[in-house]
């Protein structure tokens, strides 16, 4: 006899997200019916060329806009507004350029625990993400892989349900890039978080996804959800599927 148990909810459900924006001449149609789930401790890339909604969505996901049809839910839940169950990593790193290493891991959690738990915390982030020698450094005086390192701690503290991911290595040279993508894979394996990462790059995308959401163009719609098994194989398809959109 059934025991009517319901399996628990992905950690992020995307249901039918569609989004236009008013031009000149009428309405562009950026996202069109976009559905598709993230498991707990699952890294999905969304990957397609540019324009294609990409970071509308992410944006979507993280409450800093509003879906014209569609709904964003995180443990089942309806969000539709900002929260820190969704924190985001730019490309820029956004850092308070004032503050030292340490006091911009610390910035956003402050008041959320006591002045001994956010030094702990903050001291574990630091040594989880190699910053610790240079707590003390202003971001002027540290490299842009490292800038971005603080920015990762900086939304770890705050344990998001989801780590939302907008091209965050773009900008960096393909040393600290392959740096920061290991660390990445090694965070999400210890700490079982949830990420949405948005790229337009296809090696970047196979090189650390569960899975690979593939984004057709304007008006943004999914053309292939493929999972990465063998990478050589995950590449040459992803390439294919890239070249005939």
Same mark, same amino acid.
């Given at each position: ?61 993280? +409450?800093?806009?509003?879906?014209? *049809?569609?709904?964003? =839910? #995180? %443990? /089942?839940?309806?969000?539709? !507004?900002?929260? &820190? ?25 402050? +008041?959320?625990?006591?002045?001994? *738990?956010?030094?702990? =915390? #903050? %001291? /574990?982030?630091?040594?989880? !993400?190699?910053? &610790? ?113």
């Amino acid at each position: 006899m059934s025991l009517g148990l319901n399996p628990s909810p992905p950690t992020l459900s995307v249901k039918g997200i569609s989004k236009g924006f008013s031009e000149k001449g009428g309405e562009l149609q950026v996202l069109s019916d976009v559905t598709f789930e993230i498991e707990r401790g699952e890294l999905v890339c969304v990957l397609g060329p540019s324009g294609c909604g990409k970071s509308t969505l992410l944006k979507i996901v993280a +409450g800093l806009e509003a879906p014209d *049809e569609g709904t964003v =839910e #995180v %443990d /089942g839940r309806a969000v539709s !507004t900002p929260g &820190s169950d969704r924190c985001v990593v730019f490309q820029e790193d956004a850092l308070f350029p004032w503050l030292t290493v340490s006091e911009n891991v610390a910035f956003g959690a402050r +008041g959320r625990m006591s002045k001994s *738990e956010l030094k702990s =915390e #903050v %001291d /574990g982030y630091l040594d989880m !993400t190699g910053l &610790s020698r240079f707590a003390d450094y202003l971001p002027r005086e540290i490299s842009g892989g490292m800038r971005q390192r603080v920015a990762l701690a900086r939304v770890l503290i705050l344990k998001p349900k989801v780590l939302l991911m907008d091209e965050p290595f773009g900008a960096l040279d393909a040393q600290s890039r392959e740096a920061m993508q290991r660390l990445l894979l090694s965070i999400v394996k210890d700490l079982s978080h949830t990420v949405m990462f948005i790229t337009h790059d296809v090696a970047e995308a196979v090189a650390i996804a569960d899975r690979v959401i593939v984004m057709d163009r304007s008006p943004g719609r999914i053309s292939s959800i493929v999972t990465v098994e063998d990478q050589a194989e995950t590449h040459s398809r992803l390439r294919a599927i890239m070249h005939s959109l």
